[in-house]
C-alpha cells in the first residue's frame, strides 16, 4: 500500500518535471579544451552471439579518437576469448586504442572486471554498456557535455528495446521497463531523491567512483551499490529520459528468470547494506522514504506471495465467521494499490502508444497481464528476496543473448541456455492449481450463493503462475 501511494507521488514528481526547463551548463565538445577523455568499458563473459556486434557499434560512436579509449573486459571461459581477440586486433591496427583485457579468474564477476579496468583506464569519465546494448552514433555527445557540473558523478539513459514485440514475454518485461526508465527514474531524480546506475548505457566520472569506494563484487546488483555509496557521499545523479539505448529484452522465461532472479536478490541484498546508511544519512525524511522504499522494492514479491497464499483461507474464515468479517476489509488495500498502479502506468504507457480509447483498451489488456505474470514471478522471486535478505551468496549468473537477426530466430540453437527445468518450477504448478480451488471457491464458500470478492485476485494469480510453469516445461530450459 505504501509503494503504491510512493509510486504515485513520482506520478506527480513527474508530470512536473515534464513543465521543467533543463537549463544546465553544458562542456562544449566542439572546443578541443573542454573534451574529457572517455573510457568505454564493455564487461563481457561467454558473448559469442552478440560480441561481433557489440564492437562494430561501439566503433560508431562520434567522439575525437585522441580523446577515447575502448576497454573490452572479457572474462569468457569459451571460444570467444580466441574470435574476441582479433576483432580487437583488427580495430587496433586502424589506429583506434581498444585493449582487450582477460582475467584469470571471476572475482567480483563484472564488479570485478570493471574495478579491474578502472585501474589502467586513461578516461576522467568511464562509459559502460553491456553486451546486447547498441548506443546511438551521437550518444557520447548527448551524454558527456552534462559533465560540466563538477558535482555530478553519473549520467544514465533510458533503454529502449530492440526486440519488445517478439512475444508477450518481451512485451511484458518491455512494460515494465518502461514504467522504471520514466516514471520512477524521473520521478525520483527530478526531486532529488536517490536514483541508481541501471549497470549499462550510463557513464560515471572515474572520481566518483573512487571517492564512493570503487566497485564491490559483495552484492548480485552492483551497479545499485555504488549508486547509493556515491550518492550519500553528495554526488549528484543526472538522469536523460530523452537518449535511449536499444537492447535486447530476454525471449525465454529461463532468461528472464536468471534475470529477475540477479535483480531481485540484488535488491534486498543492498537494502541489507544500505538500510542503515540511508537512515542515518542526512537527506530529507522524503527521500530517506523513497530510498528505503526503492531498496525495499523487490521485497514486494514477497508480500504478493505472502498475500496470495493466505487469502483463500482467509476467504473461507471470512464467510464461516461472520462477525470477523469488518477485519477483512484490509483485502480491499489490493483493490486500491492495484487501481493507482492501472493510473500510474496509464500515463506512462500513453506517452509510448499515445491515447485514445484504441490505446486504452489495449492497455487494459497489457496491465492485466502484465499484473498476472509479474504475481506468477513471485514464487521464484521471493527465493531470491529471502536469500538477498538472509545474507546468502550466490554466483553472478548471466543473462543469456540471442541477436534473432543473426541466428535467424533460433533461439534453440544457443549454446547458452540452460538445460535443466529449475526446481522451483514444480512448485509454481502446484501453486497455479492452488488458485484454480481458489476460483472454484467463490463459487461454494458462504450460504449467499458464494463470494467472489477474491475472484479476480485469485485469476490473475492462477494466470500468472500458469504461464510462468507452462513456458518453464514446455521450453525445457
Known sequence: ??????????????????????????????????????????????????????????????????????QVLDDSTDE?????????????????????????????????????????????????????????????????????????????????????????????QAFA?????????????????????????????KETIYDAGNWEGDTLTEDLDLSYRAQLKNWKFKYLEHVTTPAELPIIISAARSQQFRWNKGGAENFRKMFRRVLSSDMSFKSKLHGILHLLNSTMFLNVLIVGVLSIPMLYIKNEYGHLREYFI??????????????????????TYGGGFKNFISYIGMFFTFFSIAMGFSFHNSIAVLEGHAGKRSEFVRTPK????????????????????????????????????????????????????????????????????IRSITEKQ
Open 1 to 70: 500500500m505504501f509503494y503504491a501511494f510512493a509510486q504515485l507521488n513520482l506520478l506527480f514528481n513527474y508530470i512536473k518535471a515534464q513543465k521543467l526547463v533543463d537549463n544546465d551548463a553544458l562542456l562544449d565538445l566542439s572546443n578541443p579544451d573542454e573534451v574529457p577523455y572517455v573510457t568505454i568499458q564493455l564487461p563481457v563473459f561467454n558473448e559469442a552471439y552478440v560480441m561481433d556486434r557489440l564492437l562494430d557499434n561501439i566503433i560508431l560512436l562520434e567522439y575525437p579518437r585522441e580523446k577515447l579509449e575502448i
Open 80 to 172: 570467444t576469448v580466441t574470435s574476441t581477440a582479433a576483432h580487437v586486433k583488427r580495430l587496433a591496427a586502424n589506429g583506434l586504442d581498444i585493449v582487450h583485457i582477460t582475467r584469470t579468474d571471476r572475482s567480483g564477476y563484472k564488479a570485478g572486471a570493471l574495478k579491474e579496468g578502472l585501474e589502467i583506464a586513461k578516461g576522467d569519465l568511464i562509459a559502460i554498456f553491456d553486451a546486447d546494448f547498441l548506443p546511438e552514433a551521437d550518444w557520447l555527445q548527448k551524454t558527456i557535455p552534462h559533465f560540466k557540473d563538477p558535482e555530478i558523478g553519473v549520467v544514465q539513459t533510458r533503454w529502449a528495446h530492440l526486440n519488445r514485440d517478439y512475444s508477450i514475454l518481451t512485451q511484458i
Open 177 to 205: 521497463l518502461d514504467a522504471h526508465f520514466t516514471l520512477e527514474q524521473v520521478g525520483r531524480n527530478s526531486k532529488g531523491h536517490f536514483i541508481n546506475f541501471n549497470g549499462t548505457a550510463g557513464v560515471w566520472r
Open 330 to 351: 484490509v483485502m480491499s488495500f489490493f483493490v486500491i494499490s492495484t487501481i493507482i498502479f492501472f493510473f500510474c502506468y496509464w500515463y506512462m504507457y500513453k506517452k
Open 402 to 469: 540471442f541477436n534473432l537477426k543473426a541466428v535467424g530466430g533460433n533461439w534453440k540453437a544457443n549454446k547458452y541456455l540452460r538445460k535443466k527445468i529449475s526446481p522451483h518450477v514444480i512448485i509454481e504448478g502446484l501453486l497455479m492449481l492452488y488458485f484454480a480451488f481458489g476460483m472454484y471457491s467463490a463459487f461454494v464458500v458462504g450460504d449467499q450463493g458464494g463470494d467472489f470478492g477474491l475472484f479476480p485476485f485469485h485469476l490473475m494469480l492462477f494466470i500468472g503462475f500458469g504461464f510462468v510453469f
